[in-house]
């Protein structure tokens, strides 16, 4: 029911990390405008901020943090509430930022409307300044293991949308905190994501992205299987294009693979977690996989799905790399010849094995490895587009104007430009590239 005194409150969000952070600020988003507030853009004055945080990296932290502050700084009255991630690992740090108001673990995210509206009632009340000097505008509930799983999917977008299949992660890697941020692998059932799919094709939405904490791993809660998943997706109509956003090695098998080349509406684009090109390493991360399973599953993608576009993840750096990992890493990446690197320093965060490790890698050689890296990353991007030249695509066009240009990205995910046309935009066109 919408409190006819809240109406037309202004509403902000501002969103740090990954697509699946993306896809829960547009859900939480729709849940305040169902109740009559307006949202705003995160830099227009708001009434209220919501701030959905990523804690990946100690830099991440950081752009938490100085986001909070400047949003405080500029809107010195507004309410702000902290979620996500970074909410979740270190609540008490960030209540201690001045303008915070309200932090909501992993756990309660599906609470957040109703504690920030609580909130906003007795500002309405008794006053700002009266709340805030009782010390009753402070709340944190982000400390307790991560059971629940909120559904999610974005409809910002009019071309294509992030749908939360999954969340958590069983895997521990010795770097990586998402386990105690995210909890344990589960999912909603394929008949409730089917659903959310029906009501974001009835948007008028033509693509949807797979998205989730370790997305291969769906059905671990459910009984069910990944590949189920997207045979069940595949017929919803409405829906013209399938995206699967990252998927570990491990669980990118050949039956899944197969599926994705025998229909169209499979995009030919994978974006898949390597981490380093030396088995020493990898065996140090904890990863669930080698280096030659790797290249067996870049291998069956080009059988399977010629052009089809390949990004890999890479962490430089990490404790224990030596000049000769870092070569065996380098090599390896060249080898394969991917299309696209998305490239990460390696960042100690607490309560993680390798925060512990010896042989840290100081920082100047872990920026030069990420340099090589980025320049082997733009030759080898080069190389994908120049294969892909003179090649009849489609292309799903975006609301975006830039310099009387309109852009969109083809199936494999090459952004093309285009003379800005009002009728194209949210349409499927065939271009030549």
């Known amino acids: 029911m919408r409190d006819e005194s809240l109406k037309g409150t202004r509403v902000a969000f501002f969103t740090l990390g990954c697509k699946l952070n993306f896809s829960e600020t547009s859900a939480l988003a729709r849940e305040f405008v169902a109740h009559g507030y307006k949202k705003v853009k995160h830099n227009e004055k708001a009434d209220i901020y919501v701030v959905n945080t990523c804690s990946v990296t100690e830099h991440a932290d950081k752009k938490c943090r100085n986001a909070i502050r400047k949003l405080h700084r500029e809107n010195p009255q507004a309410i702000i509430a902290v979620t996500g991630c970074y909410a979740q690992l270190n609540p008490s740090e960030i209540l201690e930022l001045e303008g915070v108001d309200l932090v909501l673990g992993t756990n309660h995210k599906s609470d957040l409307f109703m504690k920030v509206a609580q909130l906003q009632k007795d500002v309405y009340s008794n006053g700002f300044s009266s709340v805030k000097k009782l010390g009753g505008r402070s709340f944190s509930c982000a400390i307790s293991e991560v059971e629940t799983i909120f559904p999610a999917y974005s409809s910002d977008d009019r071309t294509r949308s992030f749908l939360k299949v999954q969340d958590g992660c069983d895997y521990h890697c010795s770097y990586c905190t998402i386990p105690l941020a995210r909890g344990k692998s589960r999912n909603h059932s394929i008949k409730f994501l089917v659903q959310e ?237």
């Open 197 to 433: 799919a029906q009501e974001i094709a009835s948007k008028g939405i033509k693509e949807i992205v797979l998205t989730g904490v370790n997305t291969g791993d769906f059905g671990r809660s459910t009984k069910e299987s990944f590949s189920d998943l997207l045979k069940a997706l595949v017929r919803t109509e409405g829906i013209e294009r399938i995206r699967v956003s990252s998927i570990e090695p491990n669980l990118l098998t050949e039956e899944v693979i197969v599926l994705l080349s025998k229909d169209k509406k499979f995009l030919p684009h994978f974006h898949i977690p390597l981490q380093s090109g030396s088995n020493k390493i990898l065996a140090s991360m904890k990863r669930r996989y080698n280096r030659e399973l790797f290249a067996q599953r870049l291998e069956l993608i080009r059988r399977y799905i010629p052009n089809a576009f390949i990004g890999v993840d890479v962490i430089v750096g990490f404790p224990g790399e030596t000049e000769s990992d870092f070569s065996d890493t380098y090599n390896f990446l060249e080898s394969l010849a991917p299309s696209f690197l998305h490239l990460f320093p390696y960042s100690k965060r607490s309560n993680t094995p390798a925060a512990k490790y010896v042989n840290q890698v100081n920082s100047k050689i872990k920026n030069e490895r990420v340099r090589m890296l980025s320049k082997l990353s733009s030759k080898l991007y080069s190389n994908f587009e120049l294969q892909n030249r003179g090649r009849e695509e489609e292309v799903l066009f975006e609301n975006t104007v830039k310099g009387g240009k309109m852009h969109g990205y083809t199936r494999n995910y090459i952004r093309v430009e285009r003379p800005y046309n009002k009728e194209h935009i949210g349409e499927i066109v065939k271009v030549i590239l």
